[in-house]
């Protein structure tokens, strides 16, 4: 009874079938279900680095409609999840004192609300295209820049703080390979039909250097 009630209040979870129907599991039955399948494990929470301002997680929130789905195909809703960028694991936390990590090698994407996000390599990347021919991806990681410190009082006047970065990536066939948003990488990426992206780009007024420029020649590529 006490691991229902906990879990309950903790996870909020229900399973979902292979198709779109909701089929509702008791929440002691899918903590089994996660242990049996070795999908994940508990840990003792580490208290985050108060010197820094900012957090390494990748969502600004931990609550939220989230949907795991597993390489057997199998789905998990919850409303309690988030991504470290340190560590590269997702997590869901329990008060204070513990955090359910999941075995991300077992897990095909998550989606929060109307974003995706694809394991590749047991890392998360945002699917921005995805396509027959290619796809184009985003991922993330999170650096730790400097504070100012006084010369005079040896004083922080702006502390440290993390800051998210990103980098782009495309799939296509078994390569998987980082472009960076300027015309050469981009159009690298198209092969032999790089003179018609790059034409298209200029009859539409698209910029190699916007994001969602750059999905629209995706999406094109993926019609040629």
Known sequence: MRIFTILFLFLSMSILAQGDAINNMNTSATYKNLRTNSSGMWVTSKPLDKTIQGTPYLFSSWEGSFLISSMEGNQYKLFNLNYNLLTKKLETVMGKDSVFQYDISKIDYVKNFNRKYKVINNELYQELILG?????????????IDGVISPLTQQ??????????????YLKGEKFLEIKLKKKDVLSAFGDKAEQIKIYAKENKLSFGEETDVMTMFRHYNTL
Do not use: C, D, M
């Open 132 to 144: 027959e021919k290619i796809s184009l991806l985003k991922g993330f990681h999170v650096a730790v």
């Open 156 to 169: 922080y006047t702006t502390p440290n703080r993390y800051v998210q970065k990103s980098k782009y990536f």
